[in-house]
C-alpha cells in the first residue's frame, strides 16, 4: 500500500495513536495488493486548456461517466422504443408518399394500386418483425445481422451484411433530417431555400444530444415520438370515422393526375414493382433493436423483443392508414416537393387550424429525432466491428460520457455530406436508401435458418420455416428494389458496399500482421536482455534542457555521446572546449553539415555508429535522447522543439532505435532556482 504512519500524541499518559498517511487517496481507490482505481481527480486536466477544454466538454455533453455507471445509463421499453424505433415509425410519414411518388407516373388508374402496395408492404413488416423477435433471443449481445452472419455463415458474409447497414445508417440520418426538414417547410415555404443548411444543424444537434449519453437521449426522444404517434393515430381515427360517415370530401375520387412527358399511361406490373420498391423503406430501421439489445434494461432479450412487437404494430397502423386516408381523399404528392404528403393529409383532416400546426412540428421533430436510430446502431455496430479487429480500434473506445464518440463523429460527417451533395431532397436520396437494409435482412434471416438446424432445440422446425419465408421475401425484395433503382443512383450502393468490405478486411489484415509481429508465447520465461545499449544526445549547446537529458542517458548506460550538428565549424569548436571542460565524461562529437541541413547528417552519423560494430556481434541498441524545453503556456509551445519533432517523426521505426523524450519544464516563479548540486549553475 503506497502511504506512511506518523505517530501522533494525546494530552494524556499513554495515549499514543497512529495517523495513516496515504498521498494516493485524493486520487486512487486501494482495491488490492498491487491494484488501485482512478477517481475522477485522476483525470482531471493540469494545463490551462486542458481545463478549459473540460469545462466546455462538460456543458455541451454533461460530467464523464464512470463505467459502474453504465447499468443506469440502460433503457426502459418506453425510452427505448423512442430511442431504437424513431425511425422505423417516422417512415409512415414518407413512405406512402413514395409509393404515389411511381403510381401517379402510370396515370389515373395506376393510383388505386397504393393501398394494395401499402398492405403488402405491411405483410412483410409482420415477416421482418417476427423473424427479427428470435434475433434478439439467439443473440442477445448485440451486432444484428452482423452477429448472426458471423456465427453462422462465414466472415465474408458478416462484413457484408455489415457494410450495408453501415451505409444505410448513414442514409437513415441524412434522409430522417431531410424529410424532417421538409415537414419544417411544408408550413413555413419561405425555408425552402435553407433546408440543406438547416439540415446539416440539426445533425450536428443530434450528434452532440447523442454524446450525453443514452439515457439522456432517450429523455429528448421520448416526448417528440410519442407526440407524433399519438397524433398519427388521431389523424387516422378521425380520418377514417370522417370517410365511414360519409364526408362529401373523402368518396374515394379518381384523381385528375397528368404524367410528365415519357411518363406511362397505362398501369403495369414494373410500376407496382418499382412502388413497392420505393415504399418499402417503410422497413427503414427495424433492426435497430437487435443491433442495440444490450442497451435494453435486463432481462435484455426479452425487452428488446416486446419493444420490436410494439413497434411493428404503431408502424404497420400509421403507415397503412395513411396510405388509405391520401386514397381516400384523392391526395398525391406535390412534384414541386413544397408540401409533403403527410402534411396534406393532416391538413385535409385537421383543417389550418393549430392541431394542424403541432402535428407537423411533431412529425417533424420525430423525423430529425429518428436519425437517432442511425446514431445508436452505426456506432454499437462499429465498436463490435473493432472488437472484431475490421475496423480501427478507436472505434470501441468509450467515450467520457458512455457513448462511441469516434462512431459518432464519422457518421455524422458522413451524412453532412450526403445532405449537402443532395442539397436535402428527399426524393433525391431515397433511391439510395433501404437497398442495403433488405440485404442486411436477407442475410441475417439465411443465418437464423442456419442457426436453428444446427441447434434443433424446441420448436425449432417452425422457427427455421418462419426465417426461411423471412428469408427468401426480403431477398426478393432487394433484388427488386437493387434492380429498380439502379437508374436513380442505386448503383452508388452496389459498388460503396463492396468497398467497405474490402477496407474492414484489409484492416483485419493489418491487426493480423501486427498481432503475428508482436506475439508472445504464453510459455516463455522472458529473461533479462544482454544486448548492449549506446546512448546519443543530439545537442544545440550547453543548457539546463541538454544536461537533464545528459544526466539521463547517464543512467541509461555508458556508452553515451552528445552530437553537435552545425554548418559553422568555429562555432562547434568553441562548444566542444565548453564542454570538456563542463562535462568531460561525455564524448562530444561535431558533424560538420555544408548543406545547412540537421536531421539528415545526424540520423547518416547513426547509420555510421551501426555500421562500425563488428558484425560477429549483435548490434546495440541506440537509445536517442531528446531534450525539449516545456514553454510555460500554450501559446509559446510552438516556439520551441522543432527540430526534435523533426528528429522524432524521422528515427520512429528505424532499426534497433528507442526515441526517449526528456521535457524540461522551466520552475514557476521569474527564475529558476539554483542548487548547489545542480551542475547547470555554474556559467
Not at 429528448?220 to 410519442?226: D, L, M, R
Not at 373523402?250 to 415504399?279: K, N, Q, W, Y
Amino acid at each position: 500500500m503506497i502511504g506512511g504512519r506518523r505517530p501522533l500524541s494525546g494530552r494524556k499518559v499513554g495515549d499514543r495513536r497512529v495517523r495513516i498517511e496515504r498521498p494516493h487517496s485524493a486520487y486512487f481507490r486501494y482495491t488490492g495488493p498491487g491494484q488501485l482505481t482512478a477517481k475522477r481527480a485522476a483525470n482531471v486536466p493540469k494545463t490551462g486548456i486542458g481545463r478549459a477544454w473540460a469545462r466546455v466538454k462538460a456543458v455541451a455533453i454533461g460530467r464523464p461517466l464512470a463505467s459502474e455507471e453504465e447499468i443506469g445509463e440502460r433503457l426502459s421499453k418506453p425510452k427505448a422504443l423512442a430511442v431504437f424505433s424513431s425511425d422505423a415509425i417516422s417512415s409512415s410519414a414518407y413512405a406512402s408518399e413514395e409509393i404515389l411518388r411511381i403510381l401517379v407516373l402510370g396515370g389515373a388508374a395506376a393510383v388505386v394500386w397504393s393501398v394494395p402496395v401499402a398492405l403488402s408492404i405491411a405483410v412483410l413488416l409482420v415477416i421482418v418483425t417476427t423473424s427479427y423477435r428470435q434475433v434478439c433471443h439467439a443473440y442477445p449481445s448485440g451486432g444484428g445481422a452482423y452477429a448472426v452472419a458471423r456465427a453462422n455463415l462465414g466472415v465474408r458474409v458478416a462484413l457484408l451484411a455489415a457494410a450495408a447497414l453501415l451505409f444505410d445508417y448513414v442514409m437513415t440520418v441524412a434522409v430522417s433530417i431531410a424529410a424532417g426538414i421538409a415537414a419544417t417547410t411544408s408550413v413555413v415555404p419561405e425555408l425552402l431555400p435553407y433546408r440543406a443548411e438547416l439540415a446539416i444543424a440539426a445533425t450536428v444537434l443530434l450528434a452532440v444530444a447523442n454524446l450525453r449519453g443514452l439515457r439522456e437521449s432517450g429523455n429528448i426522444f421520448a416526448i417528440p415520438t410519442y407526440a407524433y404517434v399519438v397524433g398519427a393515430l388521431a389523424l387516422i381515427g378521425i380520418g377514417l370515422a370522417r370517410v365511414v360517415a360519409g364526408d362529401p370530401s373523402a368518396t374515394f375520387p379518381t384523381p385528375t393526375v397528368v404524367p410528365p412527358e415519357g411518363g406511362f399511361e397505362v398501369l403495369s406490373v414494373i410500376l407496382i414493382v418499382r412502388a413497392f420498391a420505393f415504399g418499402s423503406v417503410a422497413l427503414s430501421g427495424t433492426e435497430a433493436i437487435t443491433n442495440g439489445v444490450p442497451a435494453f434494461k435486463p432481462p435484455e432479450a426479452r425487452n428488446a423483443a416486446n419493444t420490436m412487437t410494439a413497434m411493428g404494430l404503431l408502424l404497420g397502423t400509421i403507415f397503412v392508414g395513411v396510405s388509405i386516408l391520401a386514397f381516400a381523399f384523392g391526395i398525391v404528392p406535390d412534384p414541386n416537393e413544397e408540401v409533403t404528403l403527410i402534411a396534406q393529409v393532416s391538413q385535409q383532416v385537421f383543417g389550418d387550424g393549430l392541431v394542424y400546426v403541432l402535428f407537423q412540428v411533431a412529425t417533424t421533430l420525430i423525423l430529425v429525432l429518428a436519425a437517432n436510430t442511425g446514431f445508436n446502431g452505426a456506432p454499437r455496430l462499429a465498436r463490435i466491428l473493432a472488437v472484431d479487429g475490421f475496423m480501427p480500434r478507436q472505434f470501441a473506445i468509450v467515450g467520457d460520457r458512455l457513448a462511441f464518440s469516434w462512431g459518432i463523429g464519422i457518421l455524422t460527417a458522413s451524412a453532412c455530406l450526403l445532405i449537402w451533395l443532395n442539397d436535402a431532397s428527399v426524393p433525391a436520396l431515397i433511391p439510395l436508401y433501404s437497398i442495403g437494409i433488405f440485404l442486411s435482412f436477407s442475410i441475417s434471416q439465411a443465418g437464423m435458418v442456419r442457426h436453428w438446424y444446427d441447434e434443433r432445440g424446441g420448436g425449432w422446425r417452425w422457427k427455421l420455416g418462419l426465417n426461411l419465408v423471412g428469408a427468401v421475401v426480403t431477398g426478393l425484395v432487394f433484388v427488386i428494389s437493387a434492380g429498380s433503382k439502379i437508374p436513380n443512383g442505386a448503383w452508388i450502393v452496389l459498388i460503396t458496399v463492396p468497398i467497405l468490405v474490402g477496407l474492414m478486411e484489409w484492416v483485419r489484415a493489418q491487426y493480423r500482421g501486427q498481432e503475428a509481429e508482436l506475439f508472445v508465447a504464453p510459455e516463455a520465461v522472458v529473461p533479462r536482455p544482454h544486448r548492449t545499449q549506446r546512448v546519443v544526445v543530439p545537442v544545440n549547446g550547453i543548457n539546463r534542457a541538454v544536461i537533464q537529458a545528459v544526466n539521463v542517458g547517464r543512467t541509461i548506460g555508458s556508452d553515451i555521446r552528445a552530437v553537435y550538428v552545425t554548418d559553422d565549424p568555429d562555432a562547434g569548436e568553441e562548444l566542444r572546449e565548453r564542454w570538456i571542460r563542463q562535462l568531460p565524461d561525455v564524448p562530444f562529437v561535431v558533424v560538420e553539415s555544408p548543406y545547412r541541413a540537421l536531421v539528415g547528417p545526424f540520423v547518416a552519423y547513426l547509420d555510421v555508429l551501426d555500421h562500425t560494430w563488428s558484425p560477429e556481434k549483435e548490434a546495440p541498441t541506440t537509445v536517442v535522447v531528446l531534450p525539449e524545453y516545456v514553454g510555460r503556456r500554450w501559446s509559446d509551445r510552438f516556439l520551441y522543439n522543432q527540430t526534435a519533432r523533426r528528429l522524432r517523426a524521422v528515427l520512429v521505426g528505424r532499426e534497433r532505435t528507442v526515441i526517449l523524450d526528456v521535457p524540461y519544464r522551466h520552475g514557476r516563479g521569474g527564475s529558476a532556482a539554483k542548487a548547489p548540486d545542480d551542475p547547470a549553475a555554474t556559467p
